[in-house]
């Protein structure tokens, strides 16, 4: 995919969305650099436009697509939930925890 067209489809995405965040349903910032915001107004971070990838097969979200625009703050937050549900699948294909999906986990 060409940049110009990412571009287009990343704005796409935000106008569809009318600027606000999948998941918690905020405005959001677009259009300004994560590493500049960081630096020079970090209360701005977390209102960030960012693309987040539904691409975990166990959260049943394929079915949106395989993407959505999300502040940096659920990115994150979802980033971070994403990370414990693959270490406790890592810990369960180990044997360590009962894989008997009374959890839910497929
Ligand atoms: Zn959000």
Same mark, same amino acid.
């Given at each position: 995919m060409t940049q110009k067209k990412k571009t287009k489809r990343v704005t796409n995405l935000y106008l569809q969305q009318n600027g606000k965040c999948y998941w918690c349903d905020e405005v959001m910032?677009?259009?300004?650099?994560?590493?500049?915001?960081?630096?020079?107004?970090?209360?701005? @971070?977390?209102?960030?436009?960012?693309?987040?990838?539904?691409n975990d097969r166990h959260n049943? @979200?394929?079915?949106?697509?395989?993407?959505?625009?999300?502040?940096?703050?659920?990115?994150?937050?979802?980033?971070?939930?994403?990370?414990?549900?693959?270490?406790?699948?890592?810990?369960?294909?180990?044997?360590m925890i009962p894989s008997d999906n009374s959890l839910g986990y497929k």
């Open positions: 910032i677009a259009g300004l650099d994560v590493d500049m915001v960081r630096t020079q107004q970090p209360e701005l @971070l977390n209102r960030l436009f960012t693309i987040d990838h539904i049943n @979200l394929t079915r949106l697509g395989p993407v959505v625009g999300a502040c940096h703050q659920c990115n994150q937050r979802r980033e971070q939930l994403s990370t414990a549900l693959k270490l406790v699948q890592d810990k369960m294909k180990q044997g």
